[in-house]
């Protein structure tokens, strides 16, 4: 089975002044969600042979790819029409596309970048519409510690931290979507970031 990874999106850099007690300078990033704030009936959930009826009340769902065409967005296309799938559901569904906060340690999204110029690619240093990609498990660990003021595992910071490179890092920078997240941007938000923050990589 490939790994999920889900797209986030830099949206504000963090780094402490010097001299501050701050234990880990974290940045703000980004990512879509799908919501159902309104009750809504005629959902089952299926376990086994079993179908349990419910009202589904306040879903909160990561999108984490498109609706086709592989596990990553190329096109700007396929972002539209995974936000016009979700959203023509009718009513008694009616579930929105939203934008949820992942705080991620600076120094892991410095990181990122950095290992991908290493192979010989030509950009800039860490900014603002920056896309990731995040393993499902990592991914899972920072929401925890923002939603359950958890502490940030150890284990995790020395992994992000060391020189070895992984064949699939728990976090990597995207240039592609970092280009397509731009790209739709501007078509709908007209050359504004708005609240994504989503621009072109230098």
Not at 72 to 97: G, H, K, N
Request: aromatic share 8%.
């Amino acid at each position: 089975m490939d790994t999920i990874t889900v797209p986030i999106t830099l949206d504000g850099i963090f780094r402490p002044q010097a001299g501050s007690a701050a234990p880990e300078d974290l940045s703000r990033c980004i990512y879509f969600t799908m919501v159902a704030e309104d009750p809504s009936q005629n959902w089952e959930l299926v376990l086994g042979n079993q179908r349990i009826p419910f009202i589904l009340l306040g879903l909160s769902g990561i999108i984490h790819s498109p609706v086709s065409d592989g596990p990553e967005f190329d096109t700007a296309d396929q972002l539209d029409s995974l936000i016009e799938t979700i959203e023509s559901i009718s009513s008694p569904y009616a579930i929105s596309v939203e934008t949820g906060v992942l705080w991620v340690p600076t120094r892991w999204l410095d990181l990122a970048v950095q290992h991908w110029q290493r192979e010989g690619r030509v950009g800039a240093g860490l900014s603002r519409g920056q896309v990731f990609r995040i393993s499902q498990e990592l991914f899972v660990h920072l929401w925890r510690v923002m939603d359950e003021r958890a502490i940030l595992d150890d284990d995790w910071s020395k992994r992000m931290l060391s020189d070895r490179q992984d064949a699939t890092p728990p976090l990597r920078f995207a240039q592609t979507e970092t280009d397509v997240f731009a790209t739709w941007t501007v078509s709908h938000l007209g050359g504004s970031q708005g609240t994504l923050g989503f621009q072109s990589a230098p």
